[in-house]
């Protein structure tokens, strides 16, 4: 490797940050400033800061989709449509994440509820026999 290039490698931006720190980020190519003290892209920068802000107020639109955590059955259901429709292209990747955890969750909290009835029931069952053999 030549010496230029291991320069360029342990080189760190020019720029200070708001505490007053030399900013240790990776300088851009030929530059001594890295993208976000780079005065040369400033308007880059805004631009990029303009869009990703319009990205995230983008309006959601309506997915076919009833939600229905009633039941076990309905928790399973309800997390296959999800992945039919994520395969589909019809539900994008941060909303199905969204519901299938909801969906994920609600089945848990069903299988917590089914072994807790089934622990009152065998508790009683002991009882029963403890009493009996009493």
């Known amino acids: 490797m030549s010496e230029e290039r291991e320069q360029e490698e ?17 300088p851009r190519i030929g530059r ?6 780079d005065p040369q892209v400033a308007q880059e920068r805004t631009g990029a800061r303009r869009e990703g802000g319009l990205a995230t107020k983008a309006v959601l639109r309506p997915v076919p989709l ?7 059955e309905a928790c399973i259901r309800t997390l296959e449509e999800i992945g039919a429709l994520v395969s ?11 519901l299938g955890y909801l969906a994920a969750q609600a089945l848990g909290a069903h299988k917590m509820a089914l072994l807790e009835g089934r ?16």
């Not at 001594?32 to 003290?37: D, I, K, V």
């Not at 622990?119 to 009493?134: C, D, G, M």
Request: hydrophobic share 30%; net charge positive.
């Open 10 to 26: 342990k080189a760190t931006c020019q720029a200070t940050t708001v505490e007053g720190r030399q900013c240790r980020a990776t």
């Open 88 to 98: 589909e292209g019809k539900l994008d990747a941060r909303r199905s994440n969204a």
């Open 32 to 37: 001594p400033y890295c993208y976000f003290h």
């Open 66 to 72: 009833k939600v229905e955590l009633g039941s076990a």
């Open 119 to 134: 622990i009152e029931r065998l508790e009683s069952l002991l009882s029963e026999v403890k009493a009996r053999e009493a």
